[in-house]
């Protein structure tokens, strides 16, 4: 995998991407534009991660360490950040834009609403969490499998649900604080 991750790394900056030395790009990875991404180093992307870069403008920083699970998608139209030594979980949704709602236009008229996404250092986001345009989650925050974040998440706290609601501050009972 590190040989080949490597390799579709080396493929990537070749077509414009800007990666950090020892990133992985795992197996059946896509990016659209990649002249609009840049990847920190030793950033790790598993199989199956889609970076649908919607324009020619749009941006995608994943900062160092960050690593990206399974069958994660990255919608950007305009500005998507996420910090170093975040993990995101297989299956996240994450979007900077959504179609507009004017009346008198049908949905296939609609332009689109562009609403920067900012993802701290050090944020865990659990499987299956869908993050919506304009929404800062902090550093050190958590959130749970499976939850929708309509709106910004303190630093060091644990969000869960539908929409995303404050559970806890995060703490370190029963261990030590890590990092790599």
């Given at each position: 995998?590190?040989?080949?991750?490597?390799?579709?790394?080396?493929?990537?900056?070749?077509?414009g991407?800007?990666?950090?030395?020892?990133?992985?790009?795992?197996?059946q990875?896509?990016?659209?534009?990649?002249w609009c991404?840049?990847?920190g180093?030793?950033?790790?992307l598993?199989?199956?991660v889609?970076?649908?870069?919607?324009?020619?403008?749009?941006?995608?920083?994943?900062c160092?360490?960050?690593?990206v699970?399974?069958?994660?998608e990255?919608?950007v139209?305009?500005?998507?950040?996420?910090?170093a030594?975040?993990v995101?979980?297989?299956?996240?949704?994450?979007?900077?834009?959504?179609?507009?709602?004017?009346?008198?236009?049908r949905?296939?008229?609609?332009?689109?609403?562009?609403?920067?996404?900012?993802i701290?250092?050090?944020?865990?986001?659990?499987?299956?969490?869908?993050v919506?345009?304009?929404?800062n989650?902090?550093?050190?925050?958590?959130?749970?499998?499976n939850?929708v974040?309509?709106?910004?998440?303190?630093?060091?706290?644990?969000?869960?649900?539908?929409?995303?609601?404050?559970l806890?501050a995060?703490?370190?009972?029963?261990?030590?604080?890590?990092?790599?």
């Open positions: 995998m590190l040989a080949r991750g490597r390799a579709i790394a080396r493929l990537w900056v070749a077509r991407a800007r990666v950090g030395p020892k990133t992985v790009i795992g197996r990875c896509a990016v659209d534009r990649p991404v840049e990847l180093a030793r950033v790790l598993e199989a199956d889609y970076l649908k870069m919607a324009a020619d403008t749009a941006s995608l920083t994943l160092d360490y960050v690593f699970g399974r069958g994660v990255f919608d139209l305009g500005d998507v950040r996420v910090g030594h975040t995101i979980a297989p299956r996240c949704f994450i979007t900077d834009h959504n179609h507009g709602t004017l009346p008198g236009l949905i296939d008229q609609q332009p689109s609403v562009i609403d920067p996404v900012v701290g250092a050090d944020v865990w986001l659990g499987t299956g969490v869908v919506l345009p304009g929404v989650i902090s550093d050190g925050a958590v959130v749970g499998a939850s974040v309509t709106k910004d998440v303190a630093p060091m706290t644990v969000v869960a649900g539908v929409p995303a609601r404050f806890r995060r703490s370190i009972a029963g261990g030590t604080p890590g990092g790599r």
